[in-house]
């Protein structure tokens, strides 16, 4: 069970030391900006990260495992030469272990998020970068305890500010349900994440931000604070950036969320949209 609970932080792990011993120190002028850009969630980027999280010390006995691997394929579509949406799909891979007494291991996918942002091709006054539009959830879990089993539905939302090498911003969301399962709990919540990161000019990006998640039908809050370092380096011409981090828990519901320290690593493979 532990050899299972552990098989996807051994293959991330092995792909992100393939591609550090891949990659060229080479720098390139434009891979600050490409670095940059990245911190941008509606960046004019198509980009497809990889992010594994673990968390441990889950449930009321502290002795629940769960690690995931976020599949996060983000694609800018040209509108006009005004506006553009940018698509934003968050595909999770859940790997859990006694979250809750009698629980047992769950392995599979989780459900998916898919977000839409309504965004102008050129900053706004100040600078400022926004956009708007839907987020949409789809029941997609293979196993009823790694899902809501239900059909939601709400606004996203997300403004940021680039100036030199920081990035300041929030990006948020609240979730509805409105159709599945009926016997499964209904879903209200809101997503908020703060963020703020700075890129150096050799392509290092420091970053702290919170995933914050309010349950309106449990009146809990999740509050987990992540600091992360990444590099955008080059396997051969490819621009890819790999980080990783810590993440603090400063709030999680009482006898369920996680009580430890957490981690994060991922590789975000990336292409500039013409």
């Known amino acids: 069970m532990t050899s299972q609970l552990f098989r996807m932080k051994?293959?991330?792990?092995?792909?992100?030391?393939?591609?550090?011993?891949?990659?060229?120190?080479?720098?390139?002028?434009?891979?600050?900006d490409l670095a940059k850009k990245l911190s941008n969630p509606i960046a004019n980027l198509i980009s497809i990260p990889f992010?594994?999280?673990?968390?441990?010390?889950?449930?009321?006995?502290?002795?629940?495992?769960?690690?995931?691997?976020?599949?996060?394929?983000?694609?800018?579509?040209?509108?006009?030469?005004?506006?553009?949406?940018?698509?934003?799909?968050?595909?999770?891979i859940v790997n859990?272990?006694?979250?809750?007494?009698?629980?047992?291991?769950?392995f599979g996918l989780g459900d998916t998020l898919q977000s839409l942002f309504f965004s102008p091709v050129a900053p706004g006054p100040g600078g400022i970068i926004?956009?708007?539009?839907?987020?949409?959830?789809?029941?997609?879990?293979?196993?009823?305890?790694?899902?809501?089993?239900?059909?939601?539905?709400?606004?996203?939302?997300?403004?940021?500010?680039?100036?030199?090498?920081?990035?300041y911003?929030?990006?948020?969301?609240?979730?509805?349900?409105?159709?599945?399962?009926?016997?499964r709990r209904e879903v209200s919540s809101t997503f908020l994440q703060p963020f703020v990161s700075y890129t150096t000019k050799d392509a290092w990006t420091f970053s702290l931000n919170t995933e914050s998640t309010y349950n309106w039908v449990t009146d809990k809050w999740s509050v987990p604070i992540n600091g992360t370092i990444a590099k955008l380096v080059r396997v051969g011409k490819l621009p890819v950036q790999i980080g990783g981090g810590l993440r603090y828990w400063a709030a999680s519901p009482a006898n369920a969320g996680p009580k430890d320290l957490g981690y994060r690593f991922f590789v975000t493979v990336l292409l500039p949209s013409k």
């Open 10 to 32: 051994r293959i991330f792990v092995c792909l992100a030391c393939g591609l550090c011993f891949l990659c060229t120190p080479i720098a390139h002028a434009q891979d600050a």
């Open 51 to 92: 992010q594994f999280n673990y968390n441990d010390k889950i449930g009321p006995l502290h002795e629940g495992k769960q690690s995931y691997l976020n599949i996060q394929p983000v694609i800018p579509i040209h509108l006009n030469p005004d506006w553009n949406v940018i698509s934003r799909t968050i595909l999770p």
């Open 96 to 106: 859990q272990n006694d979250i809750a007494p009698g629980s047992g291991h769950q």
């Open 130 to 167: 926004w956009g708007v539009g839907p987020a949409l959830q789809f029941p997609t879990a293979t196993d009823m305890k790694l899902g809501t089993g239900k059909y939601s539905a709400g606004p996203t939302g997300v403004v940021l500010w680039q100036t030199g090498g920081f990035t």
């Open 169 to 183: 911003g929030m990006l948020a969301n609240h979730l509805w349900s409105y159709a599945g399962d009926s016997n």
